[in-house]
C-alpha cells in the first residue's frame, strides 16, 4: 500500500483487475481560487464512487483514486485539451485539433472546466500558464502514471488486464455536460468507444449481468469512454478497458450529495460484477 503522491491514491493489486475513479475527489487545493459557489462546484463530482468501490482492494483489484476535484483537474482528459480562453498568455505546449475534442472544450470542459455542467463559470480571473503547468504535474502525471503502472503489473503477472473505469452521472443529463442536455439517463451506462477500448464480448457480459440484476442498461450512449479507456487500452493484445457510468439517483442525493440507504444494495450489486470480472480470463471470451 503506498500513495504516490498526497493528490493521487494507488492500492496495487494481484489480480488482472485495475479499477480507477478520476472524478471522486473531494480534496479542494488551496490554490484553487474559483469564484463560484462550492456547493455548485460540487456537482462536477462523482460523490462516493470511491466508497461504493470500496470493498475492491480486499479482492485483489488494483485500485487509483484522485484525492484532487474533477473541476480543478479532469484527469479524464488530454493535456492537449487546453481552452486557451481561460489563460492570461498563449500555452506553450501542443493544443488538441480534433473537432469533437474542441466541441467539448467549446462546452467549457477542457482539461480544465471553464463552466460547470450548469453553465456557471467556474472562475473569475484569468488562469496562469504556470498554474494550469502545475496542476498537471501534481494531478494528471501522477494519476495516469499509476493508471499505467497497474495495468501494465496485471498485464505482465496474468497475460491480460481488464481495466473498469468508474464513474457516476446525474440521473438527467445538464445543460452543459453532454451532446444530449435534458436527457434521462439509465441506470448504467457501458463505454467501449464503439468496442475499439474492449472486446465487445466482454461488454456485452458486463451488460447483461446488470441487466439480470434488474438495472436498465446502455451501451456507449450518452456516453462512450473519453480518455483513460482510449489511452491504455488494446483490446486486440488482450488490454481491455470499459467505462462503467453509474445513475447518481442510485445511491445519493443529487441536491444535498447524502448517501441514500439504497447505497448498500447498489454496491452489492457492483461487488457481484467486480466478483464475475475476477473469474473471467478475457482471453477466452
Ligand atoms: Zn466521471
Known amino acids: 500500500m503506498k500513495a504516490m503522491t498526497s493528490l493521487v491514491r494507488y492500492l496495487p493489486g494481484a489480480s488482472p483487475l485495475v479499477l480507477d475513479s478520476p472524478h471522486s475527489g473531494t480534496h479542494y487545493p488551496a490554490d484553487f481560487l474559483y469564484a463560484c459557489d462550492l456547493s455548485v462546484l460540487r456537482h462536477a463530482e462523482d460523490t462516493h464512487v470511491e466508497k461504493l468501490y470500496d470493498f475492491a482492494p480486499a479482492l485483489g483489484a488494483h485500485w487509483i483514486e484522485a484525492y484532487f476535484p474533477r473541476s480543478y483537474l479532469d484527469a479524464n482528459r488530454n493535456t492537449t485539451e487546453i481552452d486557451v480562453s481561460l489563460l492570461d498568455a498563449p500555452w506553450p505546449d501542443a493544443i488538441a485539433t480534433d473537432p ?3 466541441s467539448k472544450v467549446r462546452l467549457g470542459k477542457g482539461l480544465i472546466w471553464r463552466t460547470t455542467d450548469e453553465g456557471v463559470p467556474i472562475y473569475g480571473r484569468k488562469l496562469a500558464v504556470a498554474e494550469v503547468q502545475a496542476r498537471i504535474k501534481q494531478c494528471w502525471e501522477p494519476y495516469h502514471a499509476a493508471v499505467a503502472q497497474a495495468i501494465d503489473a496485471a498485464y505482465l503477472q496474468h497475460g491480460y488486464s481488464l481495466h473498469i473505469n468508474c464513474h457516476s452521472m446525474p440521473a ?31 461488454s456485452r457480459l458486463v451488460c447483461q449481468h446488470l441487466e439480470g440484476l434488474g438495472y436498465r442498461v446502455a451501451y456507449n450512449h450518452p456516453y462512450k469512454g473519453v480518455e483513460l479507456v482510449r489511452r491504455y487500452s488494446k483490446p486486440t493484445e488482450q488490454r481491455q478497458s470499459i467505462q462503467l457510468e453509474i445513475n447518481r439517483k442510485l445511491y445519493m442525493n ?19 460484477l467486480i466478483e464475475l470480472l475476477l473469474k473471467t480470463d478475457t482471453r477466452r471470451l
Do not use: C, I, W, Y
Open 100 to 102: 469533437k475534442v474542441l
Open 172 to 202: 438527467f443529463a445538464s445543460s452543459h455536460a453532454t451532446d444530449f442536455p435534458g436527457e434521462e439517463h439509465a441506470d448504467f451506462v457501458v463505454g467501449d468507444r464503439d468496442g475499439s477500448t474492449a472486446n465487445p464480448a466482454l
Open 254 to 272: 443529487e441536491e444535498t450529495l447524502a448517501m441514500t440507504p439504497n447505497f448498500k444494495s447498489l454496491q452489492a450489486s457492483l461487488r457481484s
